[in-house]
């Protein structure tokens, strides 16, 4: 009988293989989320069809019970001229802050509308600010904050706070460089 390795945990292979089998989940939740999550990117299906519940309008009172019917932070732009604040999430907390505006009903499939997301899940932080070095990505700072985007497709921006580490922001803009100007705003913020 071999006695126990005095080796403390993380110095040895063993450990080294548990810390990268660690960080290898952290990292495949960030990107599970960041393609599963995403309104759009590619043509694909509106995020829409996946909120549990209607979509639905929130007046200017009704913002403070956002968060609490959700049961967690939501991230917006704040309030912008000429737009609607729709309201959607699912049943695993992602929630969807879409900025409607002319004469679109909540739940409208179009994506032409500016849509601030929040991915809670734990490990966000990690791992956003590694996808924001990973080859082919654009890293960014923001106050308070990094992020990242694809260059080939720029309409969403992938955001992470140092003081909500549990919560991956995406800022989705259909136009250019339109989501990347709302990222480094200043203006996401979560909802009060």
Same mark, same amino acid.
């Given at each position: 009988m %071999?006695?126990?390795d005095? %080796?403390?945990?993380? %110095?040895?292979? @063993?450990?080294? $293989?548990? @810390?990268a089998?660690?960080?290898?989940?952290?990292?495949?939740?960030?990107? !599970?989320?960041?393609?599963?999550?995403s309104?759009?990117? #590619?043509?694909? *299906?509106?995020?829409?069809?996946?909120?549990?519940?209607?979509?639905?309008? !929130?007046?200017?009172g009704?913002?403070?019970r956002?968060?609490e019917?959700i049961? =967690?932070?939501? +991230?917006?732009?704040? $309030?912008?001229?000429?737009?609607? @604040? /729709?309201?959607s999430?699912?049943?695993?907390?992602n929630?969807?802050? &879409?900025?409607?505006?002319?004469?679109?009903?909540?739940? #409208?499939p179009?994506?032409?509308?500016l #849509?601030?997301?929040?991915?809670? +899940? *734990?490990?966000? &932080?990690?791992?956003?600010?590694?996808?924001?070095?990973?080859?082919?990505?654009?890293?960014?700072?923001?106050?308070?904050?990094v992020? +990242? +985007?694809d260059?080939?497709?720029?309409?969403? !921006?992938?955001?992470?706070f %140092?003081d &909500?580490?549990?919560?991956?922001?995406? !800022?989705? =803009?259909?136009?250019?460089?339109?989501?990347? /100007?709302?990222?480094?705003s200043?203006?996401?913020v979560?909802?009060?």
């Amino acid at each position: 009988m %071999t006695p126990p390795d005095p %080796t403390p945990l993380g %110095t040895g292979s @063993i450990g080294r $293989q548990k @810390i990268a089998t660690v960080v290898g989940i952290a990292l495949l939740a960030g990107v !599970v989320v960041w393609f599963a999550t995403s309104p759009n990117r #590619d043509g694909a *299906n509106p995020i829409v069809g996946t909120a549990s519940g209607d979509p639905k309008l !929130v007046g200017d009172g009704e913002m403070g019970r956002v968060t609490e019917e959700i049961g =967690h932070t939501v +991230f917006w732009a704040g $309030q912008r001229p000429g737009t609607r @604040i /729709e309201m959607s999430h699912d049943e695993i907390g992602n929630a969807h802050v &879409r900025y409607l505006t002319g004469g679109a009903v909540p739940g #409208d499939p179009d994506q032409t509308y500016l #849509d601030i997301g929040t991915y809670p +899940f *734990n490990g966000a &932080r990690a791992a956003t600010r590694n996808l924001a070095g990973e080859q082919g990505l654009e890293r960014i700072t923001v106050s308070g904050g990094v992020g +990242f +985007f694809d260059p080939e497709r720029p309409t969403s !921006v992938y955001l992470v706070f %140092t003081d &909500r580490p549990d919560y991956q922001v995406e !800022v989705y =803009h259909p136009d250019g460089d339109g989501a990347l /100007e709302v990222a480094l705003s200043g203006d996401i913020v979560p909802m009060p």
